[in-house]
């Protein structure tokens, strides 16, 4: 029975959710399936993935065979390394600690770019915010400044008016006397 690590489709649509499962290759896309390995979520930033390493590790050492973007999500999550390493042992390479250290440092290394990637991500959406917040305090400004200016010319016309009254008011007194 040929079986295939793939990607089976979830979620609704224009917000694809995926399942890792190992399957047989005869069977549907989103059908049966023989174990679920774990999911991979790419509506996030940077796409989430979730995935049981040994398990999959255990798969592909029988004879699983990867899909192409299966195969690009378990390379970026270190399990064909790890089956790189175990194969070692198997030959009498390395240790098995000697294997494990090798993943665990890859696996700190890899977490190390995958933080510094979030972060670059963070404050680029910081900044972006920041710079939308002095536009709108630019615009808010120049509203204000066109009020006050509004309301200084009209309390000028009725200053204005009020005198005009005043003189004709106090013309108008001299007139009667």
């Known amino acids: ?5 793939r990607l089976q489709r979830h979620g609704k649509k224009g917000k694809p959710f995926y399942w890792i499962v190992a399957a047989d290759a005869r069977s549907k896309r ?7 390995l774990g ?7 940077p796409a989430t993935v979730d995935l049981d390493v040994d398990g999959s590790v ?14 690009n999500i378990l390379s970026t999550k270190g399990v064909l390394l790890k089956k790189h390493l175990l194969g070692g042992v198997a030959k009498g390479a390395l240790t098995e ?13 890899k977490q190390g770019s995958v933080d510094a990637e979030k972060s670059k991500l963070d404050k680029a959406e910081a900044e972006a915010k920041e710079k939308i ?7 808010n400004a120049k ?6 200016a509004a309301e200084a010319e009209a309390n000028a016309e009725v200053a204005a008016a009020e ?4 003189e004709t008011t106090e013309a108008a007194s001299t007139e009667e006397e």
């Open 1 to 5: 029975m040929p079986v295939k690590i």
């Open 30 to 36: 989103d059908g049966r399936y023989l174990e679920k």
């Open 39 to 45: 999911t991979y979520n790419p509506n996030t930033n």
């Open 58 to 71: 255990k798969w592909l050492q029988n004879g699983a065979q990867p899909t192409d973007t299966a195969k």
């Open 97 to 109: 600690e000697q294997a494990e250290e090798k993943f665990q440092a890859w696996v700190q290394e």
């Open 133 to 139: 917040l002095a536009a709108e305090r630019e615009v």
């Open 143 to 148: 509203r204000e400044a066109e009020a006050a």
């Open 163 to 166: 005198s005009a009254e005043a």
